[in-house]
């Protein structure tokens, strides 16, 4: 039974820092592909970034050249860093991992960002 649990989220000024941790268990492999969504309130959730087991990372234009995704296969977990954060990054941040035939997804943590 795969269990998704992200952490990190909290209250931030613009241009600050914050970085999120989320840790999958329950499952005996690497996950082919680990990364974050956000939604932000009255938006659609979005794709923010995804990394692969073997390095491959993508990002959604917003966040480039502030946001940096990481993995430790090992561990099964990702961590986002946010820098310079913006009004517009505020939303509840869910991490999401693809197994071989099944997407998993965790509760969210709320990012905060006052200007």
């Known amino acids: 039974q795969v269990q998704v649990v992200e952490s990190g989220g909290g209250l931030v000024q613009a241009g600050g820092s914050l970085r999120l941790s989320c840790a999958a268990s329950?499952?005996?492999?690497?996950?082919?592909?680990m990364g974050w969504y956000r939604r932000a309130p009255e938006k659609q959730r979005e794709f923010v970034a995804s990394?692969?087991?073997?390095?491959?990372?993508n990002y959604t234009d917003s966040v480039k050249g502030r946001f940096t995704i990481s993995r430790d296969n090992a561990k099964n977990t990702v961590y986002l860093q946010m820098n310079s954060l913006k009004a517009e990054d505020t939303a509840v941040y869910y991490c999401a991992v693809s197994g071989r035939t099944a997407d998993y997804w965790g509760q969210g943590t709320q990012v905060t960002v006052s200007s």
């Open positions: 329950g499952w005996m492999f690497v996950f082919p592909s």
């Open positions: 990394m692969t087991s073997g390095g491959t990372k």
